[in-house]
């Protein structure tokens, strides 16, 4: 889905002053965010079908994942140049 809404949403962001390096960065966190929410988290799924746990213990197992997730996106929303830091980091090496 997000190959497909790219082309419309890119210009958007990129026209509101957004960087496109921390949007795609805060993009991939909240995605991995919806691959552990339930009723629907695709990873949920997969970690049941390896571990043979049942989906509600594979659930609370990942909650404390979910808010260190949450945590970093209210991290980088107040501060994005912690975001930006590693890339700006390896610009200046070159």
Known sequence: MMVLTAAVVL???????????????????VVEMAQITPPVGFNL????????????????????????????????TVVPELALWPVQWMVAAR
């Not at 026209?15 to 991939?28: R, Y």
């Not at 609370?60 to 994942?65: L, S, T, Y």
């Open 11 to 29: 210009p958007m962001v990129k026209d509101a002053g957004i960087d496109l390096v921390w949007f795609g960065i805060f993009t991939v966190i």
């Open 45 to 76: 799924f997969v970690l049941q079908g390896m571990t043979g746990r049942d989906i509600l213990q594979v659930t609370r197992a990942a909650v404390p994942f979910f808010f260190l997730m949450l945590l970093g996106i209210v991290v980088i």
